[in-house]
T-cell receptor, first 113, second 110 residues
Framework: GAGVSQSPSNKVTEKGKDVELRCDPISGHTALYWYRQSLGQGLEFLIYFQGNSAPDKSGLPSDRFSAERTGGSVSTLTIQRTQQEDSAVYLCASSTLSGQASFFGPGTRLTVL | GIQVEQSPPDLILQEGANSTLRCNFSDSVNNLQWFHQNPWGQLINLFYIPSGTKQNGRLSATTVATERYSLLYISSSQTTDSGVYFC????????????FGSGTRLLVRP
């Protein structure tokens, strides 16, 4: 596609529920990244994919967070048993190759009540 | 880990003025990028600039990697330049993750 797309744009959920966030990168981009942005923590790295593999999962805050990428394209970030501190904007980015210019999607605003 | 500091934290300009934003980083980097986050939250890539100088219209950027800083110049500012400007770096550990500074919040008044 023309740019990185993410869905949903907004998600409100109750504490303890599971959520899935989707990212569709720019066509042909092999690298995909997830970040989150919150008032207290700024922009922080979560996970990075090169193709379908995730060489760096160091930024995932807990084992409630997981992500996968299939077909070298769409990625899903799953948060299980959501907590209020998970409330943030989750941003996805892609680049042609790892370490090249990153292009961000519009984000998913997650609110955990 | 690598530290990224941006200054000033806040900046208010009159339309038409010029400004310089600074980004200091604490260690050698593989790449450095500048982003503009508009008032709707969209992050827009302005420059991929691990070293040297680039220009794009009224914006230009210079990175002096040996001295661990980068500068973003905005000339003849417009109200649409308002938002937050982020510097982000990838450390030499080749982890490909970007470490973001805390940003410079710019308001351009008409």
């Amino acid at each position: 596609g023309a740019g990185v797309s993410q869905s949903p744009s907004n998600k409100v959920t109750e504490k303890g529920k599971d959520v899935e966030l989707r990212c569709d990168p720019i066509s042909g981009h092999t690298a995909l990244y997830w970040y989150r942005q919150s008032l207290g923590q700024g922009l922080e790295f979560l996970i990075y994919f090169q193709g379908n593999s995730a060489p760096d999962k160091s930024g995932l805050p807990s084992d409630r967070f997981s992500a996968e990428r299939t077909g070298g394209s769409v990625s899903t970030l799953t948060i299980q048993r959501t907590q209020q501190e998970d409330s943030a904007v989750y941003l996805c980015a892609s680049s042609t190759l790892s370490g090249q210019a990153s292009f961000f999607g519009p984000g998913t605003r997650l609110t955990v009540l | 880990g690598i530290q990224v500091e941006q200054s000033p934290p806040d900046l208010i300009l009159q339309e038409g003025a010029n400004s310089t934003l600074r980004c200091n980083f604490s260690d050698s980097v593989n790449n450095l990028q500048w982003f503009h986050q508009n008032p709707w939250g969209q992050l827009i890539n302005l420059f991929y600039i691990p070293s040297g100088t680039k220009q794009n219209g009224r914006l230009s950027a210079t990175t002096v990697a040996t001295e661990r800083y980068s500068l973003l110049y905005i000339s003849s500012s417009q109200t649409t330049d308002s938002g937050v400007y982020f510097c982000a770096v990838e450390g030499r550990d080749s982890s490909y993750k970007l470490i973001f500074g805390s940003g410079t919040r710019l308001l351009v008044r008409p």
